[in-house]
């Protein structure tokens, strides 16, 4: 394992991102508002969640454009019934069998950008195929549907990969076991950050850092939703909150 780990930095702001997407600041759905779409924050404090719940079944989610990589179908994003979702009563499923186990079905959200971010989903398998192979995850510094980042837990053979998208030519860089905690349910995390003009990529699988490393900094961009393979996978409670770690506080004076 090539990992890198930093220490109290690392530790902190792990904890203080985890508070952030649990607890009461975070942003929340309030009386009869869409609470799918983007919340926005001031410009410092820009924070967006998505828990599907005020979509309709049966219907893509609102806010968002779906692209695939690779041979097979598009993939089919849907809103579903989930009692027992991290906040019922609705999820995210993309479902789309018979894909190929290396293609990747993409969702970008629609005009969401981040410099860096935290970014954090709440996913589970959600198909009935024992044969179906595949993983979701989170898409981050998207350029488009064939440049982005992204990590992708398999939930199937307990591994998760960081991946580079370059024109539609993916490297991985890195693939690492993990240990997925008792339940239906799995939080991913990945906080991308820029320390002494250097960018900082970590990855966290329930609450357990599993892969830093320093990246060159190429671009910000769009967040969005990955599944690869045709094994189903269902989202909930998609959370970003902006990250400035260089950028000042208020404009310059004006003299």
């Known amino acids: 394992m090539n990992s890198m780990r930093y220490g109290f930095l690392t530790g902190f702001l792990l904890g203080w991102g985890l508070m952030a997407s649990a607890g009461p600041a975070s942003v929340q759905a309030q009386g009869g508002s869409n609470v799918n779409d983007a919340l926005q924050q001031p410009e410092l404090d820009r924070r967006h969640l998505w828990n599907f719940d005020g979509e309709k079944p049966g219907q893509p989610p609102a806010g968002f454009s779906a692209g695939t990589m690779g041979e097979g179908p598009a993939g089919q994003w849907s809103i579903e019934p989930d009692a027992q979702a991290p906040t019922a009563p609705h999820r995210l499923t993309q479902g789309q069998a018979g894909l190929n186990k290396e293609s990747l079905q993409i969702l ?55 991946i580079r998208v370059v024109d539609g030519q993916v490297t991985v860089l890195t693939h690492e076991s993990i240990k997925p905690k008792a339940g239906p349910w799995h939080l991913l995390r990945v906080l991308h950050n820029t320390i002494l003009s250097k960018d900082l990529i970590e990855v966290a699988f329930d609450g357990k850092i599993i892969y830093s490393t320093w990246d060159k900094a190429q671009f910000g961009g769009q967040i969005g939703l990955v599944t690869r393979g045709d094994a189903a996978i269902g989202f909930d409670n998609f959370h970003a909150i902006q990250l400035y770690s260089q950028k000042p506080l208020s404009k310059p004076a004006a003299y």
């Open 108 to 162: 970008l959200a629609d005009g969401v950008t981040y410099d860096y971010v935290d970014l954090s989903v709440r996913l589970r398998p959600a198909g009935t195929n024992p044969q179906a192979a595949g993983g979701g995850g989170v898409i981050f510094r998207a350029k488009d549907a064939r440049n982005f980042y992204a990590a992708i837990a398999d939930l199937a053979t307990n591994s998760l990969d960081l």
